[in-house]
């Protein structure tokens, strides 16, 4: 199955500062890569993905890279706020074996602290 | 919003009983999905149901299992609970199988 590491697994950061969070997987046939965004005791919530014919997408303050030969993608978040405060998951996926669905498997987080 | 109401909110059960949870997905959507978060760790994936079949699987044993019904909407249920079974449970929908998938708020389930 995938392996997927996220790192750092905490991040505390200045207001306005840039962050960046990294993900690892081992899976060559993953093909999607997303980044969710979870505040406490909510839902993950989509925040910018990104396909395996891309290598990077932009919307607003938050970019994601991919590098496909060394297997990982980033997420980029510029001018940070507080409200970016949450816990970020990669959760790469593979086009599914055999006409079956393979899920999204998600990393352990990293825990974004922006600072006033 | 997304549209992916989840039921009941919150429960506590306890060990070796039976536990449903439901789950309601987002207009036009035809696939439901099913997650397992233990605290302070990542969704797993359960499994997949589209058009009213098991569409895949995580590594997830036989006592999980799962319903979807003509509306789309969908059924979760875990039998002999163990108290490892303690986790928000998240359901998530998309249409015909795309990757991008949408989480509804979840239930809490505590098995004492």
């Known amino acids: 199955g995938e392996n997927v590491e996220q790192h750092p697994s905490t991040l505390s950061v200045q207001e306005g500062d840039s962050a960046v969070i990294k993900c690892t997987y081992s899976d060559s046939a993953s093909n999607y890569f997303p980044w969710y965004k979870q505040e406490l005791g909510k839902r993950p919530q989509l925040i910018i993905d990104i396909r395996s014919n891309v290598g990077e997408k932009k919307d607003q303050r938050i970019a994601v890279t991919l590098n496909k030969t060394a297997k990982h993608f980033s997420l980029h978040i510029t001018e940070t706020q507080p409200e970016d405060s949450a816990v970020y998951f990669c959760a790469p996926k593979r086009r599914g074996s055999g006409g079956g669905a393979d899920g999204l498997t998600f990393g352990k987080g990293t825990h974004l602290i922006i600072q006033p | 919003e997304t549209g992916v109401t989840q039921s009941p909110t919150h429960l506590i059960k306890t060990r070796g009983q039976q536990v449903t949870l439901r789950c309601s997905s987002q207009?036009?959507?035809?696939?439901v999905s099913w997650y397992q978060q233990a605290l302070g760790q990542g969704p797993q994936f359960i499994f997949q149901?589209?058009?009213?079949?098991?569409?895949g699987r995580g590594n997830f044993p036989p006592r999980f299992s799962g319903l979807q019904f003509p509306n789309y909407s969908s059924e979760l249920n875990v039998n002999a609970l163990e108290l490892d079974d303690s986790a928000l449970y998240l359901c998530?929908?998309?249409?015909?199988?795309?990757?991008?998938?949408?989480f509804g708020e979840g239930s809490w389930l505590t098995v004492v």
């Open positions: 998530a929908s998309s249409k015909d199988r795309a990757d991008t998938i949408y």
């Open positions: 149901y589209y058009r009213e079949e098991e569409n």
């Open positions: 207009s036009g959507h035809n696939t």
